[in-house]
């Protein structure tokens, strides 16, 4: 990583420390709407004063609930966010494909879409960041603004994705070097960044690297929008 994205980013981390613990949590809406295969979505929404969206896809150990103190903590941002339960979990439904998890990622797009929010995000762990991944070669152009894949399962063709685009993982989990070939192989824009320790995905939430996370994930999420 470039020594200046390394400055910034540890900045960054000094500030949004004080932030996480002096922020309140926003109170979710829980929120549901349909997939195009016929499934259904529960949602929790958290609402923002921004016309930036970000979506945000669990893995196969977690739920929409999971994301919880990270939502809470883009609201703080201005990001209106959109935590969704996979069909399967809680009581979302599958449609006629119960493993078309990127329906359920690009429902999640429509919606937010359809409540006036102008740029979506969608950030994708584990088993989520494969979905997000699937979601962002399906969707319509510019439906999807910018895609982050935080330690994201093998990746059919990831030369179909489309940027901006940012891979991030710990530099000594099992996963970082299927992770870092599926980077090789994106087109740009794009960034890696790799954290230190062994941890994976939203479980890096819980180390000493959780600030340094949010403060990589913020700094391409407020980019300029050329600027990734």
């Keep these: 990583m470039p020594a200046s994205l390394t400055t910034v980013i540890a900045l960054l981390t000094t500030v949004m420390t004080c932030m996480v613990a002096c922020s309140s949590p926003s109170a979710p809406l829980e929120v549901s709407f349909p997939t195009a ?3 259904m979505v529960v949602a ?3 609402a923002a004063s921004g016309s930036d969206g970000v979506v945000l896809a669990h893995g196969a150990a977690f739920d ?3 994301w919880a103190p990270f939502a809470s903590w883009l609201v703080g941002r201005g990001h209106q966010v959109l935590a969704i339960d996979f069909r399967g ?3 979302s439904t599958a449609g006629t ?3 078309a998890l990127f ?3 690009l429902a999640a797009v429509r919606f937010l879409h359809g409540r006036g929010v102008v740029r979506v995000a969608v950030l994708g762990a584990s088993m989520g960041g494969g979905a997000a991944a699937e979601a962002a070669t399906r969707a319509a152009p510019g439906d999807i603004e910018r895609v982050i894949l935080l330690s994201p399962v093998s990746i059919t063709d990831p030369e179909h994705l489309s940027g901006p685009l940012l891979f991030t993982a710990s530099e000594k989990e099992p996963m970082v070097t299927q992770v870092t070939e599926q980077y090789q192989r994106a087109p740009e824009p794009k960034q ?3 954290l230190p320790g062994t941890a994976h995905a939203q479980h890096i939430f819980a180390t000493d690297q959780a600030e340094r996370l949010r403060a990589t994930l913020a700094m391409f999420l407020e980019a300029p929008e050329h600027a990734p």
Excluded: C, I, P
């Design 37 to 39: 295969d016929g499934g």
């Design 44 to 46: 929790d929404f958290y």
């Design 64 to 66: 929409k609930a999971s």
């Design 89 to 91: 979990y809680g009581r």
């Design 97 to 99: 494909d119960a493993h």
């Design 103 to 105: 329906e359920d990622v």
């Design 192 to 194: 890696l960044v790799l």
